[in-house]
């Protein structure tokens, strides 16, 4: 019986890894759409080995999402009326046995925790996240899109990023310093240079709706 119950286990284990990666973006209820923002959520972005490998091989990985909100045009097509960004980044320190998952938003980064499992910090990235754009009360019909790109930092940029996570990042978490827009702009100078060019994007979109 023991046997038969790992093999179950271990067979579990099997199907958590296979599940595939999803974004999705929900709007609120009804009577909350001109002054309530979208959910999004990520889930799954660490259930196989493709993302998981290099993560325990001490490469951080980065989610960049990037909420627009559309109306419907005319002649001229759709229009983005507004936008918002943030980032996550996952890292692993061998030394600790830990997961770090940080959230950056406005420059500014918030800690989601350390784990010790790479399922608890896949759990940390999927916490929904309320995006604070909503539509102008109009006749006009709109939709939010969310696009994100997932990215493996490369071997030469360990060292700037392991300076971030212990010497900008933890004074800025327990409010002693902020990074400032330095952080945002070397971030994404960072994960232009991708190990072996790998990276993906998933994308999302709403409904049409009204704002009335």
């Known amino acids: 019986m023991a046997v038969v119950g790992a ?18 973006i929900r709007l609120p209820a009804a009577d909350q759409i001109a002054t309530v ?7 799954d972005m660490l ?20 909420v627009t909100l559309w109306s419907e045009g005319g002649f001229f ?4 009326e507004r936008r918002a960004e943030y980032d996550v980044i996952v890292s692993y320190s061998a030394m600790e046995k830990k997961y770090q998952v940080l959230q950056i938003v406005n420059d500014r980064p918030f800690s989601l925790g350390n784990f010790d499992r790479v399922e ?6 999927a916490r929904p996240t309320r995006v604070p754009i909503v539509p102008m009360r109009s006749n006009k019909r709109f939709y939010y899109r969310v696009t994100l790109d997932v990215s493996i930092l490369g071997a030469s940029d360990l060292d700037e990023v392991n300076r971030w996570l212990k010497g900008e990042f933890e004074p800025a978490i327990h409010g002693e310093r902020n990074p400032g827009t330095a952080f945002t702009r070397s971030l994404r100078m960072l994960t232009s240079r991708l190990l072996g060019g790998e990276s993906r994007e998933f994308d999302a979109t709403t409904a049409m709706f009204k704002a009335p």
């Open 37 to 43: 923002g979208p959910l999004v959520i990520a889930s």
């Open 77 to 80: 097509g759709n229009k983005v």
């Open 47 to 66: 259930a196989g080995p493709r993302a998981r490998e290099p993560l325990a091989a001490g490469f951080p990985a980065r989610f960049h999402f990037l």
């Open 120 to 125: 608890d910090a896949d759990g940390a990235i």
């Open 7 to 24: 093999l179950l286990l271990g067979s579990g284990s099997a199907l958590r890894a296979q599940r595939e990666p999803t974004l999705e």
